[in-house]
Every structure is written in C-alpha cells, then in structure tokens.
C-alpha cells in the first residue's frame, strides 16, 4: 500500500508540473480525461482538476463493477492527480521556452509520471483506468490504448477548438504514450 501510495504521488505531481509548467502555458492540451477538462477550460473557464474529477465519475462506477482494485487506487490516483494540477497553477508562468521545447519536455515529463502510475496498475484518470480494465481484458498493452484514445480526444478537440496550435497537442500524447508503452512493457505481463 505504501509503495503504492508513493507512486501516486509522484505521478500526480509529475503530471502536475507537466500540464501546468508547459503544455497549458501554449494553451494546448493532454490525452484523456485531462485533456476534456483542458477543453472545458478554455471553452468555459471551468476549474480543471474539479472538472476531471466530476468527468472520471462514469468510469469509476463502471471499474468499481470490474475491479476493485482498478478502481479504489484509480479514485486515489486521480484525486491527488486533479489536486496536484490545481496546486501546481503557479508553475503556468515559471517556464519561457519555445513552444516545441515545452511540448517534448511537458510530454516527457508527463509521460514518466503516467507510465509509472500504469505500470502499478494504478490510474491517473478515467480514461487511463478505462485504458487499464481493456488491457486486462485484450492482452493488449495499456500505453497503446491509452495512445489510441488520447488520439481521439486529441483530433475531436481540433475540430472543437478550431485551433491549428493544438496539432502539438498531437507531438504531445505521441511522447506520452510512448513513455507510457515501454515503461509498462518492462516486465508488465510478470506483474500480471
């Protein structure tokens, strides 16, 4: 529980400084659940850890159905996730690099924090712990599902936006998912 715990915080917070410190500063988005609540951000000013926690409600009642352990560190780990990018605000104007340089370190950074948390089997949000129950299911790795559906996210909130700026978004979940799939790969089907 206790090593459980810890890589929950240290995913969160390394979510945390990516979104903030370089993908929001561009006004770009993240993959997944993270990613909707951007989208309501910029579209409403919505608060976005409140609304990444109120969108990751479906999928947990459908996890706390599937699996329970999916689903208690999945709630945890996206609780401390949300609180760790709304503590973290003040990171929005630390950073002043070009915005290419920000996506790859924001994606690397983001990557290592997502990866980690996947590879305990522990979800930093909803679509991640969606991306987790299909992989258990499949047999397929879950940083390439959660590659896929970010991907969506991604070219659905170009169409919304209408911002060709968010094409980085793309450079962005394409590191994450990387990340996420070689660290998961590394004796993931042992842990199993």
């Known amino acids: 529980m206790l090593k459980k715990l810890a890589v929950i915080g240290f995913g969160s917070t390394m979510i945390g400084i990516g979104v903030n410190g370089f993908i929001l500063p561009f006004h ?58 709304e503590f973290l605000v003040p990171l929005r104007d630390v950073f002043h690099l070009q915005i290419v340089s920000s996506v790859i370190i924001g994606g690397v950074i983001i990557g290592m924090g997502v990866g980690t948390m996947l590879r305990n089997r522990i979800s930093p949000g909803g679509m991640d712990l969606l991306a987790l129950l299909l992989a258990k299911r499949t047999k397929i790795n879950v940083g390439i599902i959660a590659y896929a559906i970010d991907t969506v996210i991604i070219i659905s909130s170009l169409f919304i936006l209408r911002e060709p700026r968010l094409l980085y978004s793309l450079l962005i979940v394409s590191i994450v998912g990387l990340l996420a799939t070689v660290i998961t790969s590394w004796n993931y089907y042992e842990k199993r």
């Open 28 to 85: 770009l988005i993240n993959g997944g659940m993270f990613g909707i609540s951007i989208v309501f951000n910029y579209l409403w000013h919505f608060s976005i850890g409140l609304t990444f926690v109120l969108l990751n409600i479906p999928v947990y009642l459908y996890a706390y159905k599937s699996d329970f352990n999916y689903f208690l560190y999945g709630l945890i780990g996206a609780f401390f996730s949300g609180f760790m990018i």
